[in-house]
């Protein structure tokens, strides 16, 4: 029996083998030489010295950048865990309860999702543009707030991107909850509507436990996200104006191909691994507790 | 008779190979060798690597230059992991000093006396490619930060080319009454767009002799002199008078600010000399027409702040070391330059260069490398932040005087942070020598 194991597992292992070799060396080998380079000044040319926590002092005590661009990824999402999600369930519910043209909306809303974010920030760059842009036309007839340029405004910015990433994002989000709703069985939402369950309360007691585990997971991976974005500002913004749009992968860029400070950029590109893996953590701590997610 | 026919096969095959062998051998050492280069793809970049692809004549070597995006982040990449391409095109010293102090790229100092760079570059620029005494790197595309007018606007508001800051601050306020933008400018594509602004009013202002005691550690850079420089850029930005707003400089995109200089929306660009080369286009159809002045500064004294585009040196992997020198003389050859700024509107190096080189290219770009060459000789010169300040210092200047303009940040604490900066590059080392003044 135990030999039988062995070489079940034997024959796993051989699967798993190549793969795992490519992790060791693309993956593994790589994050451990990141660990001793947060520790070390190296520019990013030439020999790395050792520095012991030099590193890690400047960062929780000097860098006011790293603490500024946090606050913008908490910003970003705060925003993505709201506002998409929102918008996705809504959508992706209404869209459940209809049975004509559902595969026109599933493609309309998914399409800006297969767009490159170079193409989708040209495009809002362009849209948003004061002079020839909608915000300039809408400024024309008098509506009050886009006198300014949106995207050149330090309060306004991040939102802007926000809102940019999100025009691209929120429907594959909705997709992906209407693909979990139509699992739900529509024995549950009829039993509630002859229990005299209204609309909301159909959406709230019936749809929303029926998708847990697909909601939870996005929420996971949507809070890993907000701390890895980049694209979209650095396509529309570069981080600023005045860093108001700085988040940590721009920051972390900056230090190490601007600043010629690879070392303490890999320092900084821990501490936002951290943060987007307190997400992960989060969720494996609801698993334990039970939730089925 | 079957073991005949297979040795008469077998001997066919063997003499087949061999002959093929021969071939291979004579062709691949007839085959040149590539001397490999990367840079960025900006237009002007994409024409110089086609021309110097396309006229280097050499036997044994073939120029190789290639154009892809993000090239000195795969340079640096390669070159730290043992390889990378034969030379390093890099965006200036400071960046090239850093390779030097590495031990990755190649002292020249032979190669200099070789193909005569030695007396064939500026002395400024000798100085700017030097790290402990030997020549690592040579510098290209030099530069100078001037002040471009809309010369029909001005004329029309009867306004003259100011020479000092005095004048200029008149002309400012004549052109906002006029309803116009004093300045065009924007920075959504390249940042860096704020350092040139830092790096002509420190010269204009302060003066290239405080600059060059601040780079050199004699002087802060908290000194009232640079306080005053940074006080006037931020007070311009404040009232808008760059492109209307804070709001749209941050938005607007080279073309988009550049052909609001060509309407008059904007009447001056301070901006660098690189503008020379294709000015011309952003006032086609406008029936404007531009001219340039020195940047004006508090003496009236003109004043060429000058710095480089570009910094080439040889990466010390290279197996053809020989022949990336030679490409390098092909390419700082008078010819060469004077050829590249004609069709390319590259701005020629810190070379010796005749009218005769640049003929075709416009004459008001002449007027100007005459006059910067003039005074880079006389050694009257002011100093540009891309060419002269220490990298992190660099940054800083660029990324937090934003804070300054949008009053998240004092004046004051924005020279006392990029004073702390550089006193620590200027401690390690990371300064590149500065040329010292006449």
């Not at chain 1, 060396?25 to 520095?51: E, K, Q, R």
């Not at chain 1, 039993?191 to 159909?202: I, K, P, T, V």
């Not at chain 2, 005095?166 to 300045?183: D, H, M, R, W, Y």
Request: aromatic residues 14%; glycine residues 10%; contains cysteine.
């Amino acid at each position: 029996m135990q030999k039988h194991l062995l070489k079940r597992n034997l024959g796993s292992w051989a699967f798993i083998a190549p793969i795992l070799l490519v992790h060791i060396l693309v993956v593994a080998l790589p994050a451990a030489s990141t660990l001793y380079l947060s520790l070390t000044d190296w520019s990013g040319v030439g020999i790395p010295h050792f520095t012991g926590f030099a590193n890690l002092h400047r960062l929780l005590f000097d860098d006011t950048n790293f603490i500024s661009a946090l606050k913008n990824n908490i910003r970003w999402l705060v925003f993505f865990l709201t506002i998409p999600f929102i918008m996705s369930l809504s959508a992706a519910y209404g869209l459940s309860q209809i049975k004509r043209g559902v595969m026109f909306y599933r493609v309309s809303l998914f399409l800006p999702y297969i767009l490159p974010s170079v193409i989708v920030g040209a495009l809002w760059g362009f849209l948003l543009n004061p002079s020839t842009g909608i915000t300039g036309f809408l400024d024309k007839i008098g509506i009050p707030g886009f006198d300014k340029a949106l995207l050149g405004t330090p309060g306004k910015a991040l939102w802007a991107i926000a809102f940019i990433d999100n025009w691209h994002f929120w429907g594959f989000l909705t997709i992906l909850f209407l693909v979990a709703l139509q699992n739900v069985p529509r024995e549950l939402y009829e039993s509630a509507e002859l229990d005299g369950a209204n609309e909301f309360q159909r959406f709230r007691y019936v749809a929303l436990p029926g998708i847990r585990p697909t909601l939870i997971f996005m929420l996971m991976m949507v809070g890993i996200w907000s701390f890895l974005v980049f694209d979209y500002v650095w396509v529309l913004t570069k981080g600023g104006p005045a860093g108001s749009t700085e988040v940590l992968g721009t920051l972390v860029y900056r230090t190490a191909f601007g600043d010629f400070e690879a070392g303490y950029a890999t320092l900084q590109g821990l501490g936002m691994a951290f943060f987007a893996s307190a997400s992960l953590v989060s969720f494996g701590i609801l698993r334990k507790r039970g939730w089925e997610i | 008779m079957k073991s005949r026919k297979n040795k008469y096969l077998t001997g066919l095959i063997t003499l087949s190979f061999s002959f093929a062998s021969i071939l291979f051998a004579a062709h691949a050492s007839a085959a040149p060798v590539n001397i490999t280069v990367s840079m960025g793809t900006g237009v002007d970049q994409v024409c110089w690597a086609d021309y110097v692809n396309k006229n280097w004549k050499d036997p044994k070597y073939k120029f190789k230059i290639t154009n892809s995006q993000g090239s000195d982040l795969k340079d640096q990449a390669a070159i730290a992991s043992g390889g990378g391409p034969d030379i390093l095109y890099s965006a200036g010293p400071s960046v090239t000093l850093k390779y030097a102090k590495a031990g990755q790229i190649v002292d020249l100092g032979k190669y200099a006396k070789q193909y005569g760079w030695d007396k064939a570059f500026a002395p400024w620029s000798l100085s700017l490619g030097s790290y402990k005494g030997k020549l690592y790197s040579l510098q290209a595309e030099t530069e100078a930060m001037v002040m471009f007018y809309n010369k029909t606007v001005m004329d029309k508001l009867k306004l003259k080319q100011p020479t000092t800051i005095a004048e200029l601050q008149t002309t400012v306020n004549a052109i906002k009454a006029s309803g116009a933008n004093p300045f065009t400018g924007g920075n959504v594509e390249w940042k860096g767009v704020n350092e040139w602004f830092i790096s002509a009013l420190f010269n204009a202002v302060a003066g290239p002799d405080a600059v060059y005691q601040a780079l050199t550690g004699k002087k802060s850079w908290t000194d009232p002199a640079f306080l005053e420089a940074v006080n006037l850029i931020t007070d311009w930005q404040q009232k808008g008078y760059i492109s209307g707003g804070l709001d749209r400089f941050y938005t607007l995109k080279f073309d988009e600010f550049l052909a609001n200089w060509g309407t008059g929306k904007g009447v001056m660009n301070m901006e660098g000399s690189w503008r020379f080369g294709s000015a011309n286009q952003y006032f086609k159809d406008t029936g404007n027409d531009w001219s340039w002045g020195p940047f004006p500064t508090k003496s009236g004294k003109s004043i060429y702040s000058i710095g480089v585009g570009s910094s080439w040196a040889i990466n010390k992997n290279s197996k053809n070391q020989d022949g990336a020198a030679k490409a390098l003389a092909y390419m700082f050859d008078k010819k060469t330059q004077g050829a590249l700024a004609t069709k390319c509107g590259i701005a020629p190096a810190p070379i010796a260069i005749t009218a005769k080189e640049l003929k075709g290219i416009d004459p008001r770009q002449v007027d100007f490398l005459v006059k910067m060459d003039a005074a880079a000789k006389s050694g009257d010169f002011g100093y540009l932040t891309w060419a002269f300040w220490p990298p992190k210092t660099e940054q800083y200047i660029i990324n937090e005087i934003e804070k300054v303009w949008n009053k998240n940040m004092t004046p004051e604490e924005y020279l006392a942070g990029m004073d702390k900066l550089f006193q620590t590059e200027f401690k390690a080392g990371d300064v590149p020598p500065i040329p010292s003044r006449k």
